[in-house]
C-alpha cells in the first residue's frame, strides 16, 4: 500500500513569461528564494497534485521566473497558469526547538492562562519586528470576536505549543 504524501502548498505560478514556456513564480516561503530548495515540486493540476520537474529559475526584475520541464513553449505553459505549488512535507528541514513551520501552526486552538479558548489559528502574518497568529475567534465568543491578532512572542506572549495536542497557551487578554 502506497503511504500518502502529505504536501504543504509553498507558493504559486503566475503568468507565462516569453515565448519558451517560462511562468512567473509567487513563493509563500520565509525567503522566497528557498522555495525553489524544496524539491521535487508538485502542481494542483485540476484538482489533483502532480510531480513537476523544475528545469531552471531566475531572478528576472523583481520577482523569480521558472521553466518546468517537458513545457516548451507559451501555449503549454499556459495550462499551469495559477496552479498552486506544493512540496512533500518530508523535504522540510529539522528545526530546533522553539521553531515552528506556520503548517503545524494553523489548526491550533489557542487558549489563555485562565484557560478561555480564544478560537483557533487561521493563518499567520509578518509584520517585520514579529510573526502574529491570526485567530479565528467562536461562534459563541463570549467577547463578541470573530478575530484576534495575537503577537507569536515566545515567552512574552507565548508559553506552550504543544503540536501533539493541537494547543498553543497564551498569556492573552480574552477582551482583546
Known amino acids: 500500500m502506497e503511504q500518502q504524501q502529505q504536501i504543504e502548498v509553498v507558493g504559486k505560478l503566475g503568468a507565462t513569461y516569453g515565448i519558451r514556456g517560462w511562468l512567473r513564480v509567487y513563493s509563500s516561503t520565509e525567503q522566497a528564494e528557498s522555495i525553489f530548495d524544496y524539491?521535487?515540486?508538485?502542481?494542483?493540476?485540476?484538482?489533483?497534485?502532480?510531480?513537476?520537474?523544475?528545469?531552471?529559475?531566475k531572478h528576472h526584475n523583481h520577482e523569480f521566473i521558472a521553466k518546468i520541464k517537458g513545457f516548451d513553449d507559451r501555449e503549454s505553459a499556459q495550462a499551469l497558469t495559477n496552479a498552486e505549488i506544493g512540496v512533500n512535507l518530508e523535504v522540510f528541514p529539522e528545526l530546533e526547538d522553539g521553531d515552528y513551520y506556520w503548517h503545524d501552526l494553523i489548526g491550533c486552538q489557542v487558549v489563555n492562562l485562565q484557560g478561555y479558548n480564544l478560537g483557533k489559528v487561521s493563518e499567520l502574518m509578518e509584520t517585520g519586528s514579529n510573526d502574529v497568529l491570526v485567530v479565528k475567534a467562536n461562534s459563541?465568543?463570549?467577547?463578541?470576536?470573530?478575530?484576534?491578532?495575537?503577537?507569536?512572542?515566545?515567552?512574552?506572549?507565548?508559553?506552550?505549543?504543544?503540536?501533539?495536542?493541537?494547543?498553543?497557551d497564551v498569556d492573552w487578554d480574552a477582551g482583546f
Not at 502542481?43 to 513537476?52: A, E, T, Y
Not at 463578541?144 to 507565548?158: A, C, M, S, T
Open 39 to 57: 524539491q521535487p515540486w508538485f502542481l494542483k493540476i485540476k484538482g489533483q497534485w502532480q510531480p513537476v520537474e523544475l528545469e531552471s529559475f
Open 140 to 168: 459563541k465568543d463570549a467577547f463578541g470576536k470573530q478575530e484576534r491578532l495575537i503577537p507569536f512572542l515566545f515567552d512574552n506572549v507565548v508559553k506552550r505549543v504543544d503540536l501533539s495536542t493541537k494547543t498553543i
